[in-house]
């Protein structure tokens, strides 16, 4: 054999190896997160698809409808699979609308919050100087509980959309900041960023197009698990009546509706909380697999 | 030997001191939200102070007289002030100093926290040092499983089974305060929100002290305590969980805060009358005296939480005062 299909039959090797240890094969090697990843994508494509897929109106209230079970058939023939709420509203409908709020509005706080977060971290690993104060505030931030600022802004701000996701935003800037100075930090030692220097880049040439660019997968990685966390945390803000107002639709409110005939109609309160549940749940076991996948030294 | 003592007194004094600096920028920025919620007041005091038959004149003396017409920076030093002689101000709703308010919530708070930590802290540290023993069996599986789950549910989900299941049930009671703890009807009316808010507890406490414990059980001073003869029980209690308990205390510190935050929603669901209740009913009834007092309680109580168990912290473990 020549040296050349030697070196070839190498790369092929060492390729399909590559592949075999990809994160995402791992990760569907494992029951649980691969299961986990594809009831979140069902839920996200329902979430999305909501106008398209809800089989009735979550607002038209009906009064002849009013609280029936689950799986109930109108006198015309339609079928409500969740039953109905206190005013007659299908909860399936519902549900796929409030899955659209309880997410879109995690997913804004965790851009938004995230985005700052990056900002902090990156700007913290790449100043030396600005290392101790930044990150004494993230601490800061981080020890105080992120439900007394929901509190405190629902209260200055009043109760509603925009309150709630500052507050989730807030909370959701210390993680994010933190994953990114740690992986801004491992960047910050690599030669190319030297050899960048040298080649004269100013600094915003170097944080953008070298830092940001090669610590972006982990920080998507845990910013997508910071979303659960999010989601966690708006849905009981919003339970607490500092969300959205009625009528809209939000998991968190949904299940504070239904929590006045919790005893007679179980599931107008429990359909939503467990949907919150599962939905957190599948972010934290993804996330800990992800981990896992990602941290070697843990994998035994 | 005594000045030993006295320079680890020194070590936890400075760490006090520390804790302190750092807490300043929190207490100003609470202060200041506070400050904010008494101006978003629909109505100027000064008019409802002098009464309805005042003359403007008379307003704008005590307009004056309470420091209104000055700027908003020296208005807030006024209020600094106002709040150092424990002045909160009044309810917009029940009109009674909102001191007086605050101080009958503060006590059930503080005992319902108390009686989810009892419970749920042992229960989390068994979890956990079972799971380490049998790593990999299904009891393991089984336990981490649950402490995902934990992790996983809000708080209101739990408290919503609990209340549909066993309050519904008739089997215990789940709506407010049943009087003081060592009353059969206050030790029943506590089960359910002690509960609830340890629930989400044990998650956490339970997997930290997995793997603190799975650490030590690999030690090597435990292999000379399975070489010298002792028995499993010995080995594990003794060596293994006694020098994982450091990290696990970090933790339950660290989660003792959040437990403010988790017994909000709980005292909300069960009508338990503490300071969390009362932040959220102030807020949503719009009476921004009581919320921005509440608020206050709340956030100088989680900073003390803090400070306290750092200090617990760095007596525990010599090596932290040192640092």
Redesign the interface.
């Known amino acids: 054999m020549t040296d050349a299909t030697l070196a070839e039959a190498d790369a092929r090797a060492l390729e399909a190896l590559r592949r075999k240890n990809s994160i995402t094969r791992r990760l569907l090697r494992d029951p649980p997160a691969a299961l986990a990843l594809g009831f979140l994508v069902v839920v996200l494509l329902g979430a999305v698809l909501a106008p398209w897929v809800a089989p009735h109106d979550p607002f038209a209230s009906s009064m002849r409808l009013r609280l029936k079970a689950p799986g109930f058939v109108s006198p015309d023939g339609a079928l409500y699979l969740l039953g109905t709420d206190a005013q007659g509203r299908d909860m399936l409908s519902r549900i796929l609308y409030g899955l659209r709020a309880t997410i879109g509005i995690g997913a804004i706080a965790v851009l938004c919050g995230g985005g700052l977060g990056v900002l902090i971290g990156t700007l913290a690993a790449y100043y030396r100087r600005l290392d101790t104060p930044l990150m004494r505030f993230i601490d800061v931030l981080l020890s105080f509980p992120s439900i007394l600022f929901g509190l405190a802004l629902a209260a200055v701000l009043g109760p509603g959309l925009f309150s709630l996701c500052v507050a989730l935003s807030i909370a959701a800037i210390p993680t994010i900041a933190r994953v990114a100075r740690g992986a801004a930090t491992v960047v910050m030692q690599q030669d190319y960023m030297e050899a960048g220097r040298a080649l004269g880049l100013g600094d915003g040439a170097l944080i953008w197009r070298y830092l940001l660019l090669n610590c972006g997968s982990t920080i998507l990685i845990y910013a997508t698990l910071q979303l659960g966390q999010s989601i966690l945390l708006g849905s009981v803000l919003s339970f607490l009546g500092l969300g959205p107002q009625p009528p809209f639709a939000e998991l968190g409110n949904m299940t504070a509706d239904g929590r006045k005939f919790l005893q007679a109609f179980p599931h107008v309160a429990t359909i939503p909380a467990l949907t919150i549940f599962f939905i957190v749940l599948a972010f934290n076991v993804l996330g800990d697999a992800l981990r896992d996948a990602l941290d070697p030294k843990l994998r035994q | 030997m005594k000045t030993d003592t006295r320079g680890a007194m020194d070590d936890v004094f400075a760490l006090i001191v520390q804790r302190l600096i ?1 807490s300043i ?2 207490l100003l920025g ?1 202060l200041l ?1 506070g400050f ?2 008494l101006q ?1 007041v629909p109505t100027d005091p000064a008019i409802i102070l002098a009464g309805p038959t005042a003359s403007q004149a008379e307003v704008e003396a005590i307009r004056q007289q309470l420091g209104l017409d000055r700027p908003l920076w020296e208005q807030f030093g006024l209020y600094l002030l106002r709040v150092l002689q424990f002045d909160l101000g009044r309810s917009m709703i029940s009109n009674r100093p909102v001191l007086d308010e605050l101080q009958a919530t503060l006590g059930p708070t503080f005992e319902l926290m108390l009686a989810c930590l009892v419970w749920a802290i042992p229960a989390g540290i068994v979890l956990g040092t079972q799971a380490a023993r049998r790593r990999g069996q299904w009891t393991d599986r089984v336990i981490m499983a649950f402490s ?2 934990g ?7 739990v408290g ?2 609990l ?2 299941y066993v309050g ?1 049930a008739g089997l215990l009671p789940f709506q407010g305060r049943g009087g003081p703890l060592w009353t059969s009807t206050g030790l029943l009316h506590i089960i359910l929100p002690a509960l609830t808010l340890g629930a989400v507890f044990i998650g956490p406490v339970a997997r930290m002290t997995r793997t603190s414990v799975l650490e030590t059980l690999g030690a090597d001073y435990v292999r000379t305590a399975r070489a010298k003869g002792a028995s499993e029980r010995q080995v594990v209690l003794r060596h293994a969980l006694r020098n994982a308990l450091i990290p696990v205390i970090t933790l339950i510190g ?1 989660q003792i ?2 437990l ?3 017994a ?2 709980t005292e ?2 069960y009508s338990w009358p503490g300071v969390g209740r009362m ?2 009913g ?3 009834s719009s009476d ?1 005296p009581v ?2 007092g509440a ?1 206050m309680v ?2 100088v109580s ?1 900073i003390a939480i ?1 400070l306290v168990v750092d200090v617990f912290y760095g007596y525990l473990d010599p090596r932290i005062g040192q640092r």
């Open positions: 750092i920028p929190v609470v939200i904010l919620l978003v995902v789950a992790v996983s549910m809000p708080i209101f989900v919503l089974l209340i549909q519904g660290l805060g959040f403010l935050g988790g909000v929603v909300t669901m932040a959220v102030a807020i949503s921004f919320a921005q608020i709340l956030a989680f803090n």
